[in-house]
């Protein structure tokens, strides 16, 4: 059995996802996101940028031979070349040298690789192999690894990996490397601390080896933010709602999953049933938490709205607690009251060169029952300044409209482009007290049957729909990158399209939310 660097990192990531990449059934694997396919390209690119500034040799071999890789970059280690790009570094049973007698191994408190199977390959292949002066079974040089990741910090994940480097490449070389490195987008070279990650490296090691051994297939556990672009997310997603499992629940994070289990709460029914005070006295679910997730389950089962009316271990409501974060006012809040004229507000942003290209607003005018949506946006990226100060015009042609938005980057981003553009605060610190987040409106009076409170599922079960299903945020950003390289206004149409669509299903949100809270 052969366990790579990549299936490591995979582990980390998700069990299940690493485990279903060597057993699952590879016709149920989605298609590629083109969003995906553009956090490939542009990884590649990084790389390359890092590599044109180096002078290296790499190992030539027959494809998919990592005993002929093996030898080729052993080759090159031998003659002592400075930079080695993409060596292939097997440990077998037959290769291990790794044993309390290696050179700071034991200063290193790192145990020896007895706990690898006979069965068991290791596959390791850094970006780099560094020469640095030292003392190897080469001579008087050591190599050392570096892996160029496009990332914007040095993230566990890499950093484990690069541990998995160190310990494969100590035992082809005889020596422990200090560290290992990892070179970031923005804070350049990052120097792993192997003390610390390196026992834990091992254990998790430990724990993929008995998995892949075992056959054990993972439960699964659908994570929007993490599962969002795995191409299993279809298959998991079946799954998952066949059972009615319980991830699909807002607010059951990983570890509440694990004590809800323990006590056995492990269906919707369940948890709705489940008096909170039982939940209370446990860490996952101080803070109101216990209240929210049961009152949470009884919406999905009954797919109905409730008003949320959370209760903590002493049988009071939290509605009665001043400053709660889910605290009802006695009196409609001011964002239901009905003005002649709103705006609704939604961005498109393009975070890999830091640029905001479209800023749309759609201005709702009950007195002549019309609807005008405007697309601010820049066709180049020297345009953001111009569609800036365009939205600054038109919010204060409207000068006490209030504007909504779902979520604070509309204020964030405001913010920032004041500051980029040396913008005068009276021109737009006024406009952000008119500002009101729908989100935080939904999420601190109701409890809805969603399966997150992002703009899509809680509009889509308010019963609007996007024009284009499959659109979103990181689609866009592809779209706004093909526009730039082909000037195929097509893309910008699909854009403003879905912009527009985000703008008013914050509307339509935020009439239900109204409606809603009037009737009760």
């Not at 494809?63 to 070349?81: F, H, I, K, P, Y």
């Not at 007195?367 to 204060?396: K, S």
Request: charged share 20%; hydrophobic share 40%.
């Amino acid at each position: 059995m052969l366990i790579t660097d990549k299936q490591l990192l995979n582990y980390q990531r998700c069990d299940r996802r690493a485990f279903l990449d060597v057993y699952g059934d590879i016709n149920q694997l989605d298609p590629a996101s083109d969003f995906l396919l553009k956090l490939i390209r542009d990884s590649l690119t990084y790389r390359q940028t890092i590599l044109e500034q180096q002078t290296y040799q790499q190992p030539y071999y027959p494809n998919g031979d990592w005993v002929a890789g093996t030898e080729a970059t052993l080759s090159l280690m031998r003659q002592g070349v400075d930079r080695i790009y993409r060596g292939v570094l097997l440990q077998s049973e037959k290769s291990k040298k790794i044993s309390a007698s290696i050179e700071n191994l034991e200063v290193l408190g790192i145990e020896n690789s007895s706990f690898i199977p006979s069965t068991v390959a290791l596959l390791s292949r850094p970006h780099l192999l560094v020469k640095q002066p030292g003392n190897s079974d080469f001579g008087d040089w050591i190599y050392v690894p570096a892996d160029i990741w496009i990332a914007k910090r040095p993230k566990l994940d890499y950093q484990i990996v690069g541990a998995f480097h160190a310990q494969i490449l100590a035992s082809i070389q005889g020596v422990m490397p200090e560290t290992a490195w990892l070179i970031l987008r923005e804070k350049g070279p990052y120097a792993v601390n192997l003390l610390q990650r390196l026992p834990q490296m091992q254990e998790i090691l430990k724990h993929c080896i008995q998995m892949f051994q075992e056959k054990n297939e993972p439960e699964m556990f659908i994570s929007r933010q993490k599962c969002n672009l795995c191409r299993w997310y279809t298959s998991c997603y079946g799954i998952a709602e066949s059972k009615k499992h319980l991830s699909l629940l807002p607010g059951v994070t990983p570890a509440r999953y694990a004590q809800l289990q323990k006590l056995n709460l492990t269906t919707i029914e369940s948890l709705a049933l489940a008096n909170p005070e039982l939940l209370i006295n446990y860490r996952e679910f101080e803070g109101g938490i216990a209240a929210q997730l049961v009152q949470q389950a009884q919406s999905k089962l009954k797919n109905q709205a409730t008003i949320r009316n959370l209760t903590i271990g002493n049988g009071e409501s939290e509605n009665s607690i001043p400053n709660s974060p889910f605290s009802i006012p006695n009196s409609q809040p001011n964002f239901l009251t009905t003005t002649p004229i709103e705006i609704y507000f939604d961005l498109e942003a393009e975070p890999e060169i830091n640029l905001d290209y479209l800023q749309g607003l759609l201005v709702v005018d009950r007195r002549t029952n019309t609807e005008i949506y405007h697309a601010f946006l820049a066709e180049q990226p020297a345009d953001e300044g111009l569609i800036w100060q365009q939205f600054l015009d038109l919010v204060w042609s409207y000068p006490i409209a209030p504007i909504f938005h779902f979520c604070d980057y509309e204020i964030q981003t405001v913010k920032r482009l004041a500051r980029r553009y040396k913008t005068p605060a009276y021109q737009w610190q006024p406009v952000l007290k008119r500002f009101v987040d729908i989100h935080k409106q939904v999420t601190q009076t109701v409890t809805l049957p969603v399966e997150s409170y992002a703009l899509k599922p809680i509009a889509r079960w308010m019963g609007f729909e996007w024009r284009d299903a499959k659109a979103n945020g990181a689609q866009c950003v592809c779209w706004y990158d093909e526009w730039l390289k082909t000037g195929d206004r097509a893309f910008l149409d699909a854009i403003v399209r879905y912009n527009e669509d985000d703008c008013r299903a914050t509307y339509h949100v935020k009439d239900w939310l109204a409606s809603f809270l009037q009737n009760i």
